[in-house]
Nanobody
Framework: QVQLVESGGGLVQPGGSLRLSCAAS????????MAWYRQAPGRQRELVAR???????NYADSVKGRFTISRDNAKNTVYLQMNSLKPEDTAVYYC?????????WGQGTQVTVSS
């Protein structure tokens, strides 16, 4: 059974940083495009950042220059470094893995930005 397990969420003050991790198992990780999505209360899930199997990245305009997505194929892990966090970044963050018709989601990790 494929598993995507997120970690690293928590409570942080505005301007602070967090690094999220997503460890994948039972997939050929290097084949997959990996992404981070987030969903705030009462809002639709939205793409935050994506990294292809070749390492190319794209970001939501709202996080460009503040967030960085990266991957370590040897560890089957994708990361999201989040800097200069704002209260509007508060959401549940989800890891996603896609390859062809295969599409998997993690259970999510809560990020709360508040003073």
């Amino acid at each position: 059974q494929v598993q995507l397990v997120e970690s690293g969420g928590g409570l942080v003050q505005p301007g602070g940083s967090l690094r999220l991790s997503c460890a994948a198992s039972r997939i050929i990780f290097s084949f997959y495009t990996m992404a981070w999505y987030r969903q705030a209360p009462g809002r639709q899930r939205e793409l935050v950042a994506r990294i292809s199997s070749a390492g190319s990245t794209n970001y939501a305009d709202s996080v460009k220059g503040r967030f960085t997505i990266s991957r370590d194929n040897a560890k089957n892990t994708v990361y999201l470094q989040m800097n200069s966090l704002k209260p509007e970044d508060t959401a549940v963050y989800y890891c996603n893995a896609v390859w062809g018709k295969s599409d998997y989601w993690g259970q999510g990790t809560q990020v709360t930005v508040s003073s």
